[in-house]
């Protein structure tokens, strides 16, 4: 049974960060492309970020070039997302995912496993 558990989400004031992570079992996750989405109240799931298989290769929303950072640690079956800068417009419910495309891809259509998702809040 496939398995992304999120945490590290929380309050932060407006400038702030955070780290978030997403622990997997039950899949190859050395196989699998990770992304970050996130869910704002009343709002679409929009794509945050997405690491390739190796961690040698990243994407971005434009919207989170330059603030956020995907990495990850295939030895610990983890992903990580350093949010810095964080804005009050950033305050949304943010998943995980997983797919195992060959490339990295940003339609939530094409993520096969999905998180719980963390809360983060950013106040102004």
């Known amino acids: 049974q496939v398995q992304l558990v999120e945490s590290g989400g929380g309050l932060v004031q407006a400038g702030g960060s955070l780290r978030l992570s997403c622990a997997a079992s039950?899949?190859?996750?050395?196989?699998?492309?990770m992304g970050w989405f996130r869910q704002a109240p009343g709002k679409e799931r929009e794509f945050v970020a997405a690491i390739n298989r190796s961690g040698g290769n990243t994407l971005y929303a434009d919207s989170m070039k330059g603030r956020f950072t995907i990495s990850r640690d295939n030895a610990k079956n983890t992903v990580y997302l350093q949010m810095n800068s964080l804005k009050p417009e950033d305050t949304a419910v943010y998943y995980c995912a997983a797919t195992f495309s060959l490339s990295l891809v940003t339609n939530t259509k094409q993520y096969d496993y999905w998180g719980q998702g963390t809360q983060v809040t950013v106040s102004s």
């Open positions: 039950g899949l190859p996750f050395s196989l699998a492309v």
